[in-house]
């Protein structure tokens, strides 16, 4: 039995710890951050929840579908109806995206769901690797150190991958190194009165500032009565431009910009009851590595993510799949 540690627990980290540990091996799942979620995170701000990582998912691939018709059939997922359109810098018009599946009663629960039955600890940030013998030594930013992993999945943001990497002088990490993330700045919105916008969710291609705006209430699962709750999503050449605003500066634009989109459609858009803007500063990969894991089998290290082979949940999930894969082929060999 291998004692596997996989650092990153959203969706590849815990599509690979969960096959793992099906096959019979010691999966533990670190991550620095306080909950389960990773790039599904829902975040609840004055008992109001927002979803304010990946927006939804749709399958693309046989394999996919299969996952996404099981955690429909667990409840996990459901299909999220709703009036979608693009904008195209000039007009609003209906969107023809196939299905759309989000978490209930949050995104984050999808990875919740995954968890379910394996050891995964929030708060571990590690900060260096070294590798002793035939096995990794782990360090944590509070001085606890691991010493029997005997193999070792990363599962997160290239950059922080490439960053730990070269704490244990890993070759592995000058493969990497040209990939690099777009960041995301993200408003949270909550208003006391419907807003009655034209559509639920508009995704933009050519918007100076805006990149996806939709009503978080309209997915299934959320509270009807209340506070309509609203996520915007800032495009990524904005968020590269505007990545070292600060929160209030970058908040105060986003809601300009929200503001413009409304009167468009001759909406005045009243004062948010609540406004929080959040930053992820790796959000999505500006060229994919083209491959969906990188293994050094001699090691025991595999490096997997959604960065690897696009910028999707399921490219999430199947990078975190072949990750588990490849981790087995090297026990076995």
């Known amino acids: ?56 998912l749709t ?30 810098g000039d007009s609003l018009k209906p969107s023809d ?71 244990a002088a890993s070759p592995v990490a000058r493969q990497l190194s040209d990939v690099t993330s777009y960041p995301c700045w993200t408003l949270l919105l909550a208003f006391d009165q419907p807003l009655n916008l034209p559509f639920d969710a508009a995704r933009f291609r050519n918007h100076p500032a805006l990149g ?15 506070p309509e709750c609203w996520v915007v999503q800032a495009h990524p050449h904005w968020s590269e431009e505007n990545l070292e605003v600060d929160k209030p500066q970058a908040a105060e634009q986003l ?24 930053r992820w500063r790796y959000a999505q990969a500006k060229q994919p590595l083209g491959e969906p894991c990188i293994t050094d089998p001699d090691h025991g290290l595999i490096v997997c993510g959604d960065w690897m082979i696009g910028q999707r949940i399921e490219a999430a999930c199947l990078s975190g799949a072949a990750a588990a894969k490849a981790t087995l082929d090297i026990i076995a060999s």
């Open 1 to 56: 039995m291998a004692n596997i540690a996989i650092i990153g627990a959203g969706l590849a980290g815990s599509a690979a710890a969960k096959r793992l540990r099906e096959a019979g091996h010691n999966a533990l799942l670190l991550d620095k951050g306080a909950r389960p979620g990773g790039r599904t995170s829902t975040r609840n701000i004055n008992n109001l929840s927002f979803d304010h990582g990946a927006q939804f």
């Open 59 to 88: 399958a693309k691939t046989e394999d996919f579908a299969k996952t996404v018709e099981q955690w429909h059939h667990a409840g996990v997922v459901a299909p999220w109806s709703a009036r979608f359109v693009d904008h195209d």
């Open 97 to 167: 995206t196939p299905t759309r599946w989000v978490g209930t009663p949050g995104m984050a629960d999808i990875v919740a769901h995954l968890q379910s039955g394996l050891d995964a600890r929030y708060h571990a940030t590690v900060t260096r690797l070294h590798r002793v013998g035939m096995t990794w030594q782990l360090q944590t930013d509070e001085g606890e150190t691991r010493n029997d992993i005997t193999h070792l999945i990363l599962a997160i943001p290239c950059e922080q991958a490439v960053n730990l990497l070269n704490t």
């Open 212 to 226: 996806w705006v939709a009503n978080n209430s309209t997915k299934p699962g959320r509270p009807r009565n209340g």
């Open 255 to 278: 809601m300009h910009a929200f503001r413009q989109l409304a009167e468009e459609s001759s909406v005045p858009l009243p004062d948010p009851l609540s406004i929080k803007a959040h």
